[in-house]
């Protein structure tokens, strides 16, 4: 079985209702998915499918964590997207909140002053280790 079938199998066992796309491209895989687990447990999950890391540091790839017991690949990509209507409703739920969001139109209104962030950005960052 080849690795992104394998990564696919495994996730689809521990989260059945969670819909990953996992697509190879060369020495990669990609996955991607909509609310479900956060990006840290897919993380933890899918590590140990990668030989290692790539230190840019030292602009080389550390191969410290070749197995032969599992299929694996170079490189392992996660990106977990949260859909409008948890985004919505949390934008909902900080305008009564935080009083300087009250005159906010929509979630990419960047009329108040977050650090850099617009409310999309920032109820993307308060969602990035929960579970959906």
């Known amino acids: ?7 696919k199998a495994e996730l ?7 819909k990953f796309s996992v697509r190879t491209r060369g020495n990669a895989i990609y996955i991607e998915w ?19 890391k790539f230190d840019d540091m030292t602009d080389c790839y550390n191969y410290d964590n070749v197995r032969k017991d ?3 690949t170079k490189y392992v990509f996660t990106q977990r997207e949260i859909s409008e209507d948890i985004l ?14 009250k005159d906010l ?11 850099g962030y617009c409310p999309r950005g920032f109820i993307r960052f308060e969602l990035f ?3 959906l």
């Not at 909509?34 to 290692?52: A, C, F, L």
């Not at 739920?93 to 009083?99: C, P, V």
Request: net charge positive.
């Open 105 to 115: 139109k929509n979630l990419d209104d960047c009329s108040v002053n977050m650090e």
């Open 12 to 18: 689809k066992k521990l989260w059945p209702t969670a």
């Open 1 to 7: 079985m080849k690795v992104g079938a394998t990564i």
């Open 34 to 52: 909509t609310n479900g687990p956060s990006e840290k447990k897919v993380n933890d999950i899918v590590s140990k499918y990668e030989y290692g």
């Open 70 to 72: 599992i299929p694996q």
């Open 88 to 101: 919505n409703e949390k934008f909902n739920y900080y305008k009564n909140y935080f009083s300087n969001w």
């Open 129 to 131: 280790d929960f579970c």
